[in-house]
């Protein structure tokens, strides 16, 4: 190596007493390539060091939490520790498999093999209510997760046993996607083992049980939801796999089977990868408590209506007090030895153990025998420190719930630090074993966790062509798999796309009217000044954005300044229930929960447009600044109904935002045009309504004079060229609805199609002259009136509808609904 | 003693309810040798229902209801014909002490001891830890296990007030032993903690009670569905005790069921769509047959 190329290991430390993955610097063939990639001149030999390979780089920008950040340097393994780690793996699988099998069945374990009582009924998470379960071909664990480090002597050993719903199956593939993009060269020289034909062969598992358990069943991802830590997982599962991620109102049980309800209707479900803990799976039979689970579920999975990865129940081995009896259980069950050992741990549910733990606690590491279930729950440090003991022994717990672990100094291996250094710190690995059509499959890859001081960091694990044999499943890119019609579009999840169409509407027509606002108070005349805020406050009262107290309070009000400062407070105060504000977050929650229906640029830009009044370059009060606000958010909402327009598949996912939309674009301007019926019609007050609009340049174009009543009434109302217009509003959605499920009759039109064509045909056959010029006794504009009421109450009727028929399912209820 | 039962539960929903499923233990179990079921039926005021039959861990009836179509009102009828036998097959002081009980718990050695061992361990109501140190006031070397019980029966009725109204489902053990106050579930459930955090089996059974026996005080918990306590004792099998009316039970108790606590036996349990706000109301009705 030349001087220059071994910078940045210059501060690489060989630990004192635990084992070093870069074998003391002496580089094994297995970290060859990767070293001598890092250390060259295009890694961080160079000067400057490139910035994607600075740890803090690879920081992407990324809404949801990720439990750690990831470090661009991979973790490798020589070929045959992986071949050893995959035999000890899939047989720990296999074993913990059986050993459910027999807990939910006979329990001989238990009668006849002397487990204790205690380590079953003392394990809140066996569920009683699976009992005598049979899982189809004694499946019960389908996706299992391993910890494993490696102690000072080289050996391998498993830290902690994840069964209930492991994860980080999303993060290493997304992890592989960054790593991989961020060298390119090295991946392709190293010849790395991809992840694709193992995720393949695990979907297709997941799909063929869902087929096997009910025709035409699909395969879905139960998940508690946005608000869940590891949601980004579950929402990147299901965009690669191309399963629909429901949550438990999406479901119901009827008849003794599984249904997703769907913009369809309801259709089978045949198998669920759960996401969610089984407990809160069914407030029916498991935990009454539980606000998202599907009342009955566990009923129908145990006669076997339905296969669920894993099955309920299946967290009753996550835990550290199973670990000492696996070695003579793998002997009993498998007639095989435990190839790979665990960590060592004395569970206090039994005398001697117990005595053990008491007399070594300060060697010890003590905790909690039954742990919850959390991702990442130990960290590294907890495996090494004594001085990390979650509890001492405490009184007050039963014994059976203690357990002593031994500490380990586990194995370091190498990362770049914000200097862009290469340093040490000690590694657990998280591997995963998924079922396949030939039995359990350790995955090609996995997570390597590193301690540093500034926190935990995680690394893609790689490994050589040469190193594993390849799943024999041909290599076709999950995203090839045969992907069911977006019919699957669970309803929520339809009602939700409906109302971010309706919010993302709502919310340019409210900042177009704070605008207007802004604009024409500070340049109009005292008179118009008065009338134009008399106007848009009763616009924005209309579309609850303030309430009445609040426009009586601002209307007021005479100086610019404090206007300015009263509006300030009233949009963007996050306390206020109306305004912006609360808009704005209405628009991020449904963008949101809908995430994985996004491109991941439309979902940077929905944050983008949610954060924008909290940057902190407003002044608070300066009628300047929030001319500026509003431009921004016009801008961010132009750019995202851009993307949408342009980017969005015609899916009935983009269905359902345009129905929104024009739905919601058509009511606006509806409201607008009523303050015509009763208004005299000054230019300034034209010009106000075309920009509420967005159809000023349209009309300067089109008639280059001073706005006219009956012009402007053709313009918004009947040009169907005008996109903003009502009547392009109505053929919009005629073509929509033309194209949505369940809407089309036998005889003739849908009721939603008649009343769209009877409003096409007045807005067609509706005079301007007359409707600007029939004024009544009392001063209103009365043919407008009528023509604007009958509209109003089309795309009202409209709204009910669309909700009736593809939300609330009733059409499967009798009709006195 | 043969007893008839009515037992009418009405829901009443401010909304309608889109569809709702209930899940029902209100069929009183066979017990070999202490009651006999002679006939049950059971009604729904509403027609199209989708009714299964099964059996839980326990061993106990349930009926799980679906209803599909959208109601405002609900009512469900059970009726049954019960004959309870009077038990005397036991003498407290006859019963191991409690040290044994707790050994054979640790290693059952007979089927009978796996089942009863599984009533040691906290269950979703049954913090244990919580009643740890409440149970030490109680235990004396040697003690028969029967006697130890019904000191903890005996001390519950005597000491913790009965008072509707002031706790409800969700109220945790530690708070009912801190204040002393409650209902029958209450009380069971202090009483189970308590028990199993000696180390004994304890479960909870859901029934009725006969309020009136001509010259005997009124019962509480009549009028009512009821609960109390059963706990194993290897010489004599399961044994019930009723901290709410301080009572070894004889033939006044119809079992529904029994579980670890009143989530694993509760009469009705329910899951609906729609609704508002929702009243409940409960009648029951124990009459001696003839």
Known sequence: MTAKASQPLDHYQVPANAFDELARGATPAHWQDVMAFFTSSDGLGGTPQPEHLRAEMLVRDLDVKRPTRLDPLPFTLPTNEWHELEQGLTQRAKLLNRITADLYGPKTLLNVGGLPPALLFGNPRFLLPMYNYRAANAEYLQLLAFDIGRSPDGQWRVLADWTEAPEGLGMSLENRVLAGQAMPELFQQMGTQRLAAFYRAFAQHLADRAAQTTPEGMTAILSPGPDHPNYFEHAYLGQYFGFPVVEGADLTVRGQTLQLKTLEGLK???????HAQASACDQLFLDPGSKDGVAGLANIARSGQIHIANALGSGVLENDAFMSFLPSLCESLLDEELRLPSLATWWCGQPDEAAYVAENASELHIGTAFRRPELFASTIESYQDPNLQASATHANTAAYNQIGRELINLSHSPYVNNDGQIVSGPTVLRLFVCMTEEGYRLMPGGIARVATADGEISKDIWLGRDQVEPISTPEIHPQNLTRRSDRDLPSRTADDLFWLGRYLERCEGAVRAYRSLFSHVVEGSSDDQQMLLNTAVQLLVDLDMLTLAQAKQLTQVSSTTVIAREWWSVLFNPESNVGLFKLLNNIHRLASQVRERLSGDAWRMFRALAQTPAQQRWRLGQVSDALALMDQLIERLSGLNGQIQENMTRSYGWRLLEL?????????????MNELVSHSTGSTYMYLLLDLCDSTITYRSRYQNVPTLENLLHLLLLDETNPRSMIYQI??????????????????????????????????????????????????RTQLRRVLKRLSTTLGTLSELVTATYFAHTQNLPSSQ | ???????????????????????????????????TLLQHDINLSIEGTEIQEIQDYFGNTVHEVRLHTPHK?????????VDVIRRDDFMLDLSPTWESVVKAMEVPQSSEHWQAAQFCYPSRHIDVDAAREFAQQFIEPEMPVLRLVLAINQYIHNEFAYTGGVTNVYTE???????????????????IATIRALGLPARYVSGYILSQIPGQPTLIGAEASHAWISVFCPKFGWIDFDPTNDLITSEQHITLGWGRDYSDIAPTRGSILGGGNQALKVDVRVRPAA
Not at chain 1, 268 to 274: A, C, E, K
Not at chain 2, 8 to 35: H, N, W
Not at chain 2, 73 to 81: A, F, G, N, T, Y
Not at chain 2, 173 to 191: L, M, N, P, T, W
Request: glycine residues 6%; contains cysteine; charged residues 25%.
């Open chain 1, 268 to 274: 089978p479900v045949g198998s669920l990868l759960r």
């Open chain 1, 660 to 672: 929104g939309r024009r739905l919601e674009r058509g009511q606006f301007g509806l409201r607008v």
């Open chain 1, 731 to 780: 053929t919009q959605l005629q073509a929509v609805m033309a194209e949505m499920p369940l809407d089309q009759s036998n005889e003739g039109l849908s009721e939603s199609q008649r009343i769209l064509l009877i409003a096409y045909h007045e807005l067609v056959l509706a005079e301007p002259d007359k409707m600007a010029n029939v004024i009544s006794r009392a001063g209103n």
């Open chain 2, 1 to 35: 003693m043969k007893y008839s039962v009515k037992h009418c539960t009405e829901f009443d929903y401010g909304m309608p309810v889109i569809s709702a499923q209930q899940v029902l233990r209100l069929k009183p179990r066979e017990m070999f040798g202490r009651q």
């Open chain 2, 73 to 81: 009102k609900l009512r469900i009828d059970s009726e049954c014909l």
């Open chain 2, 173 to 191: 053990v530690s708070e009912i032993i801190a204040k002393r106050i409650g209902v029958c579930q209450d009380f069971a459930h202090v009483a």
